[in-house]
Nanobody
Framework: QVQLVESGGGLVQPGGSLRLSCVAS????????IGWFRQAPGKEREFLIA????????YYADSVKDRFTISRDNAKNMVYLQVNSLKPEDTAVYYC???????????????????WGQGTQVTVSS
C-alpha cells in the first residue's frame, strides 16, 4: 500500500525556518518524483517545488525559488522541503505528492500526481 506522510509543520514566527519531511512507503523502487504543494484557506492548491527520482532535476514555482529548497534521501525514502524566511502568507497546509515515473513530468500540474499525503499545517505568526 503506497503511502505518503508529511511532518515538520507547526507554528513559526515570521522570518523563521522549517524543514518539512515526506516519507514514502509501499513503493517497490525509487522510481517516483515528489512535488510539494500548499493550500491556504479559501485558495486553490498551489505548486511549490518538485524533485525527480534521482534528484537530478528540480522544478520551482517562481514565487518560492529564493526561499524554498528540496532534497531527497532515497535510502530513507524521504524528501525534505526547507523553507526559509517564512512570511505570514506562507500559512497553509503543505502536501507532498508522488509521480510514479522516472521521466520528466508536468510538475506544476497537481493532476499529474498519482499519490498524495494528508498534509501538515504550517502557521506563520508572531
Amino acid at each position: 500500500q503506497v503511502q505518503l506522510v508529511e511532518s515538520g509543520g507547526g507554528l513559526v514566527q515570521p522570518g523563521g525556518s522549517l524543514r518539512l519531511s515526506c516519507v514514502a512507503s509501499g513503493f517497490s523502487r525509487d522510481n517516483y518524483g515528489i512535488g510539494w504543494f500548499r493550500q491556504a484557506p479559501g485558495k486553490e492548491r498551489e505548486f511549490l517545488i518538485a524533485i525527480s527520482w534521482n534528484a537530478g532535476k528540480t522544478y520551482y514555482a517562481d514565487s518560492v525559488k529564493d526561499r524554498f529548497t528540496i532534497s531527497r534521501d532515497n535510502a530513507k525514502n524521504m524528501v525534505y522541503l526547507q523553507v526559509n524566511s517564512l512570511k505570514p502568507e506562507d500559512t497553509a497546509v503543505y502536501y507532498c505528492a508522488a509521480k510514479m515515473s522516472r521521466s520528466p513530468w508536468l510538475a506544476g500540474n497537481r493532476n499529474s500526481y498519482d499519490y498524495w499525503g494528508q498534509g501538515t499545517q504550517v502557521t506563520v505568526s508572531s
